[in-house]
């Protein structure tokens, strides 16, 4: 069997509490932005992360990337533990994964034109031989559907649209083997989401890249995505696996984003901004981070984390009533209290 391309192992990730003289007396720990999250990314594979806003989807982009190193955990890239490296040896493999952020105008330096902006990433990798620059510049433009002119001009000067292809493009100047879209489509226009979107599908036929697909829309994720990592609360609380569509999710948080999904349509599905609520920083640490709005909360969920089970095949849940209900019957279920 072929080893996977990206394996996360175990990303943890928390965040200092920066307390001001209202909060000092607040001595609850803080929450986890990440909590244990692994899974395995095949070449060649999409994998959608959904959740809402605060569940930890950033957060693992970041780690994945090696934007952010996790706290505990590994990210493996062909067997290579890219955690463990520093300085050149590091540059050279984290090159391999590169990300798409929400905003593209926070993304570019405005002082520099976007010829410019692509020419660094391609001169500090040294991707080209010397002279090939401008060639590799209108090379990149021309993928991302941009005129070769449109690289002696400034961020300003293009419209959202516009700037997140330039955004993809200098991704794609790295040579990247992994492409994180982190929310990459979120901030701009229906009609101009949908043209992304397409370029970037296309861009994954083309040069045959691996994706991660961060976003809140379930309609991108069944879209573009195989398999589908539904967060909340820094983990992983369902993966579906290829074949299996966001219909036959079973954890109640998943079926809460469906039900709060108004059709648009065809099957088109969008979470709301205001359903379900955006988290707080109230969730437990013990137990199971939905349970204060779980309808099937029971006493265990207070006390233990469910873990992702297999529900059968590769489909993962991480919920005690769903492991109870797929229980064989007569056999005593190990977590009853």
Known sequence: ????????????????????????????????????????????????????????????????????????GRVLFRGQDLTALRGSALRSQRRRIQIVFQDPLASLNPRISVGSALREVVTVHRLVARGQEDARIAQLLEHVGLPSRAAERYPAEFSGGQRQRICIARALAAEPDVLIADEAVSALDVSIQAQILNLLLDLRDELGLTMIFVTHNLHVVRRVAARVAVMFGGRIVELLPRGVPLSSAQHP??????????????????????????????????GCPFRDRCPLVQKVCHDVDPGLLTTGGNHLVACHDVARRRHVEGEPWPNDR
Do not use: I, N
Request: charged share 20%; net charge negative; aromatic share 4%.
């Open 253 to 286: 948080y998943s079926q809460a984003l469906l039900a709060a999904a108004p059709s648009l349509g065809l099957g088109e599905v969008l979470v709301r901004d205001d359903a379900p609520a955006e988290l707080s920083g109230a969730l437990p640490v013990v």
């Open 1 to 72: 069997m072929a080893e996977p391309l990206l394996v996360a192992d175990g990303l943890s990730r928390t965040y200092p509490v920066h307390r001001s003289w209202l909060t000092r007396g607040d001595s609850r720990p803080p929450r986890p932005a990440l909590a244990d999250v692994s899974f395995v990314l095949e070449a060649g594979e999409t994998l959608g992360v959904v959740g809402e806003s605060g569940s930890g989807k950033s957060t693992l982009a970041r780690c994945v990337s090696l934007l952010e190193r996790p706290d505990s």
